[in-house]
């Protein structure tokens, strides 16, 4: 996977500076609302269409299930977010030396639409989430872009960029909305693992740069020392059974909040210990497969084991969705039972118990 591996890090650092660069610089007039009424910026579709046409570069063969679709920048309704697509993928891709000449409008929109592959067991293609945590990124906090590559089924390669996340672990994050007036120096991770291969980390704007391995905090099942990593918005998890499940396993409360995946970055090297991401309500939500691909590879291979809340590994073969499971725990190999224990405990004791079976 050494050619995979070097385009997946290329894009994603060619992503990572187009984000970073709205990061910056967002207004509220860059975002649309979905349907499902999460939002969407230009960065989404900006770093969407630079890795999509990286990788079709490249990998011409292979198939990509992205997060977004050019809809919203189709006709003259979307030419005021277009035209700043344009110009930010543009910008990008020449300054990495992909492209020589600018792409024309259409060319980027098609590049935004070859996500649209419905994934399966019996396919290799690649899965992106180009701002995962929008809302993380909207209110200037952390987010993640998020590349991963699976082959029948199996995740191959995850490769995540974490712009906002500080090099140094001891360094405390920044607060949201600090960030957007900070010089950042100091913040920026690119996260690597190949299955079978372990965990590594690279500062993102330093491609000279060795991958340095990572491993997850050893607690030696103690977990008085352990800390959570849990999502800021309530409806992505359910927090309070996140507190219960705490109490059963004796866990203190200083736990850690943020959003996307730089969750499961943040475990693998040992800044915070758990990862849990429960149904909220009657658990009818069905976890997208670039919402959890390259994370759930990351903190395997840097000791750690993800399953869902039952305790069945996450199945990628089966489309766009991970259909057959609920929820996702995350954690030290070690620790893993006695999780997932804690988890079918609060969960009978909130009459939800339904939910350890798909």
């Not at 990998?59 to 005021?80: H, N, R, Y």
């Not at 913040?187 to 704007?205: E, Y």
């Not at 050893?218 to 998890?237: I, M, N, P």
């Not at 996702?328 to 804690?342: L, P, Y």
Request: aromatic share 6%; hydrophobic share 40%.
């Amino acid at each position: 996977m050494a050619d995979e591996r070097a385009v997946a890090m290329a894009a994603v650092r060619t992503a990572c500076a187009i984000t970073t660069k709205v990061f910056k610089t967002l207004t509220s007039d860059e975002s649309v609302t979905k349907k499902d009424k999460s939002p969407v910026t230009i960065g989404d579709f900006s770093a969407q269409a630079a890795v999509n046409y990286i990788l079709k570069k490249h990998f011409p063969q292979d198939s990509i299930v992205a997060e977004e679709t050019s809809t919203d920048l189709q006709g003259d309704a979307g030419k005021s977010i277009r035209d700043k697509v344009s110009h930010l993928v543009n910008e990008a891709l020449q300054a990495s030396g992909d492209i020589q000449q600018p792409l024309s409008d259409d060319d980027i929109l098609s590049s935004i639409d070859q996500g649209a592959f419905e994934g399966g067991s019996d396919a290799r293609f690649w899965t992106l989430d180009p701002i995962d945590g929008t809302k993380g990124f909207l209110r200037g906090g952390q987010y993640a872009v998020c590349l991963a590559l699976i082959v029948n089924g199996h995740i191959e390669l995850g490769v995540m960029g974490c712009p906002n996340l500080p090099r140094d672990v001891s360094q405390p994050k920044p607060k949201d909305g600090d960030i957007r007036h900070s010089s950042m120096e100091g913040l920026g991770v690119l996260f690597v693992a190949a299955r079978g291969h372990g965990a590594f980390v690279a500062p993102i704007n330093d491609t000279e740069a060795p991958l340095e391995p990572i491993h997850m905090r050893d607690l030696k099942g103690d977990f008085t020392r352990a800390t959570f990593c849990e999502s800021v918005e309530a409806g992505h998890s359910s927090l309070g059974t996140n507190a219960r499940i705490a109490q059963i396993l004796g866990m203190g409360d200083q736990h850690v909040r943020m959003d996307s995946q730089a969750k499961y970055a943040s475990i693998s090297r040992g800044d915070g210990d758990v990862y849990l991401r429960l149904p909220v309500g009657d658990g009818s939500y069905q976890e997208k497969i670039w919402d959890h691909a390259s994370g759930s590879l990351l903190v395997a291979e840097a000791g750690g084991t993800v399953s869902d809340l039952a305790g069945r590994p996450l199945n990628f073969g089966l489309g766009r969705v991970l259909s057959a499971n609920k929820g996702v725990v995350a954690c030290q190999s070690n620790m893993h039972a006695k999780v997932i224990e804690a988890v079918a405990s609060a969960l009978k004791e909130e009459g939800r118990s339904g939910l350890l079976s798909v």
